[in-house]
């Protein structure tokens, strides 16, 4: 009793105080719960209510008659772009199938700088690869051809690299919806945030197990916890959710708080990225948008959410399919679907994307947008607004040209067990450009990216070796120095050579060790000989040939030393990419473009690159030289690429350094320029000729890919002339040259003088008859050979004659006469 009455004296003689510390804590607990409030509305009503990566995409793929598509490089295209396949007749923007060879697609809605892609169904008919039509599905009328969208590459993402695609409540199907409550909060619509029961089991576990690991979260309390909180766990962190997650409850419907849960939830790894949101995980784990999902497939999704990387039905089916058919019977047990769609679900086979996303395409070419990106918008503008980025990449030829580049190099270290024996890797380079555009097409700058992100393509330093001679020849070419300038008929001397160069004496060698005498230059280019280069350059002036090229597009330092005309300086692939495309542009250069167009993420645009072009060589002097250069492939350095199926009439060099450090090979055609270059990273010998080492590799990738660009040829221009020589000499033909060859020139440049070495050299014409008359007839009588003829030599002499006529005409007049 004196206990009781102590401690009532004690509240009796405290009680203001005591007063005053409740009246603190409930004004305390009333300003934690309006802060709380304030925190969760805020963000919840906020307008960009994540941090939303940016997008760089490819180019749109267009799709005419005439170009030629392997179903292997076009269905992994549409799967990337969100296409589905389709049973029965595609009926949905999304779907496709092929019917007897043929296409038939559903194209999607989908804004582009330029233009608004509207979905349309059509279908394409093919003549095996080759698109014969592209017509309308519905009502069979003709299109010129059409546009698949864009295809993501990758994301610019922040620290926390997440990645999600957000997707409005009414776009997410019926299906997702029930198998997410079924398995994740089955009372979703019935409780106020948190649920009374689920709290207390999971707290009875907890104390037995003296730990934390239950959760008992409602759906709202996972939202709150992803959206608000960190992944702490404590009885602390606990009363906050479920205070934050009755705030938010009754703050908000509950469509509102699904529609943020289905945006926020984790569904697992794409790599090192986070995969977000149901709309992203389905493109992901399904190859495509969240809307088109299935019963089963919506089942496998939800199934995930408990421990999205263990039961991921891309790495472990025989862990999801077992999940997934628990969620199929949490399902039918709140009769969200009937016995019979459930047993039809249950004994399907699990289904996943057929061609996976990675979470970054086209890493190599990725660098190089990244690059350009960084230098006009801030990183964090890139991380977190949202941009969408278009470029110039075709996805097609960069895929195909990534599993060439790797099969190619695989197959060198088979047939050449030496290269597999170096300690470091055999590496490589393909790109493709544009030439009319500079459109960047494809890039890959190395075999694994994964393990070295040194992007060759764009950073390595290179010798071009023989790449360099077309420059020395356009040199000598040049129209300007009259009759001096070389032309495809020149003959030079490749024979032994000394030039004095300070001290030194340097004395080049082809690359086979041996001379071949007397060569017309467009031989030497054709077999890649060294002697004659050189000497072309000496004739033309070494400072000559350096500007020349530098204007063309070399942008490297090059020294005035003779041996720059066997490439003996540095530069990188895309650099030497770039300057020939101004031979297969007819002389006009356009500048690299990776970057189209960049908008905001509601399409505003913020910039739009143009096409940049300068003349820097006469259309005559390149067309000569790619006419020359088809000759590499037809009988030149690169004649294997004839023997392995290709046949297109392309341009084309080879190029081989000093010591076979590096092999190179660029193939053109006024549409496509293709690169490829071979060689280890610490510049030792690979022992190889471009023609062996690189010209296999850039056949099998063009094989697979130029299909893709139109079977066109260049124009001639109206200043390039054709006149028949002797091509001993490089003059103008005589009746009494043993051998003819119709060659061009560039108007001014053609010779003008007829072959010294058989005119007026009292050598019989190969025209007359040299066999000796028998003497038996008397009718007539060969004046030259002193002997009688018969009148069918004599008719057969007549004929000559007026062959011999003929070519004199067309020494005078030109082939026109």
């Known amino acids: 009793m004196a206990k009781r009455s102590r401690f009532k004296d004690f509240l009796w003689r405290h009680s203001a105080g005591i007063a005053f510390l409740v009246m603190v804590a409930f004004v305390g607990l009333i300003g934690f719960v309006g802060y709380t409030y304030a925190v969760i509305t805020k963000k919840f009503d906020s307008s960009r209510r994540w941090d939303v990566p940016s997008r760089i995409y490819s180019d749109a793929t267009p799709i005419v008659p005439g170009m030629t598509f392997a179903r292997a490089l076009l269905e992994p295209k549409l799967n990337h772009v969100g296409y589905h396949e389709a049973r029965t007749q595609v009926a949905n923007p999304g779907e496709y199938r092929y019917v007897n060879g043929d296409l038939e697609i559903y194209l999607q809605n989908f804004e582009y700088p330029d233009i608004e892609f509207r979905a349309l169904p059509i279908v394409v008919t093919f003549d095996g690869t080759t698109v014969r039509t592209v017509k309308r599905l519905d009502d069979g009328a003709s299109l010129r051809g059409i546009r698949v969208e864009p295809e993501l590459i990758t994301s610019i993402y922040n620290n926390e690299m997440e990645d999600r695609l957000p997707v409005a409540l009414n776009l997410v199907p019926q299906v997702v919806i029930d198998a997410i409550i079924a398995t994740e909060d089955r009372n979703f619509y019935h409780h106020e945030g948190i649920s009374i029961r689920g709290v207390l089991r999971a707290a009875w576990i907890d104390l037995r197990h003296k730990s934390l690991n239950v959760g008992g979260s409602t759906l709202t309390q996972q939202l709150v916890k992803n959206l608000f909180l960190n992944p702490e766990r404590s009885w602390r962190r606990k009363g906050v959710e479920a205070l934050m997650a009755v705030l938010l409850e009754a703050r908000y419907s509950k469509n509102e708080i699904l529609e943020a849960y289905l945006n926020e939830i984790y569904l697992g790894q794409n790599g090192a990225v986070q995969i977000i949101g149901v709309e992203q995980a389905s493109q992901v784990y399904f190859g495509k948008h969240v809307n088109y999902l299935t019963l089963p497939e919506a089942a496998t999704l939800a199934g995930m959410i408990r421990s999205p990387n263990v039961l991921s039905p891309l790495k472990y089916p025989e862990r999801a399919k077992p999940r997934r058919d628990t969620v199929l019977a949490l399902i039918r047990d709140q009769e969200k679907i009937t016995p019979a769609e459930y047993q039809a679900a249950v004994t399907s086979p699990l289904t996943t994307t057929r061609f996976p996303k990675t979470s970054r395409s086209a890493p190599f070419f990725v660098d190089l947008v990244l690059k350009q990106l960084r230098e006009t918008y801030p990183e964090t503008q890139l991380k977190t607004e949202g941009l969408r980025v278009f470029t110039t990449l075709d996805t097609m030829m960069q895929r195909a040209a990534e599993q060439t580049l790797d099969s190619g190099i695989s197959d060198l270290n088979k047939r050449y067990p030496y290269l597999r ?47 360099f001679k077309p420059f020395v020849y356009v040199t000598a070419m040049d129209p300007q120095r009259g009759q001096q300038a070389f032309t495809a008929a020149t003959v030079l001397d490749d024979s032994p050579i000394s030039v004095h160069t300070g001290n030194a004496v340097w004395q080049p060698q082809n690359y086979d060790l041996r001379f071949h005498g007397r060569v017309s230059v467009r031989q030497a280019l054709a077999h890649s000989y060294n002697i004659p280069a050189v000497r072309a350059a000496i004739d033309a002036g070494v400072p000559n040939v350096i500007k020349t090229a530098s204007t063309i597009g070399i942008e490297s330092r090059l020294e005035p030393y003779p041996s720059v005309s066997l490439g003996s300086f540095e530069v990188t692939p895309l650099e030497i990419a770039y300057a020939y495309s101004a031979f297969a542009n ?50 030149g350095t690169a004649a294997k690429a004839r023997s392995l199926g290709f046949d297109r009439p392309f341009a084309g060099k080879t190029g081989t350094t000093s010591n076979y450090r590096d092999a190179w090979f660029i193939g053109y055609s ?26 296999p590799i850039w056949t099998s990738y063009m094989n697979r890919v130029v299909g893709l660009v139109p079977d066109v040829d260049w ?103």
């Not at 001639?716 to 051998?739: A, F, H, K, M, W």
């Not at 062959?803 to 030109?814: D, S, W, Y």
């Open 715 to 817: 124009r001639r221009p109206d200043d390039v002339i054709n006149r028949t020589i002797d091509p001993e000499s490089g003059y103008l033909v005589t009746p009494y040259c043993s051998q003819e060859k119709n060659e061009i020139f560039v108007a001014g440049t053609e010779p003008t003088a007829v072959c010294p070495l058989h005119a007026e050299s009292g050598e019989v014409p190969f025209w007359r008859d040299r066999e000796p008359a028998t003497g038996n007839d008397q009718q007539s009588t060969d004046v030259l050979e002193g002997q009688p003829s018969t009148p069918a030599q004599q008719q057969r002499r007549e004929k000559e004659r007026d062959r011999g006529i003929k070519r004199l005409l067309r020494i005078i007049f030109g082939d026109g006469h």
């Open 670 to 695: 006024p549409r496509i320029l293709s690169l490829v270059w071979i060689g280890f990273d610490d510049g030792h010998s690979v022992r190889l000729a471009g023609g062996d080492a690189c010209v």
């Open 421 to 467: 024996k170096s300690s470091i890797p055999l590496e490589g380079v393909i790109l493709t450009i544009q030439p009319g555009t500079g459109y960047v097409k494809a890039l890959v700058g190395g075999r694994n990216y994964s393990k070295t992100q040194f992007n060759r393509a764009i950073q390595a330093r290179r010798q071009p070796g023989s790449l």
């Open 586 to 635: 007819l002389g006009v250069k356009a500048e690299p473009i990776s970057i189209l167009a960049v908008s905001t993420r509601e399409g505003k645009l913020l910039e739009s690159r143009e096409v940049k072009m300068k003349r820097v060589a006469p259309a005559s002097v390149c067309y000569v030289m790619n006419d020359m250069l088809k000759d590499v492939f037809n009988y």
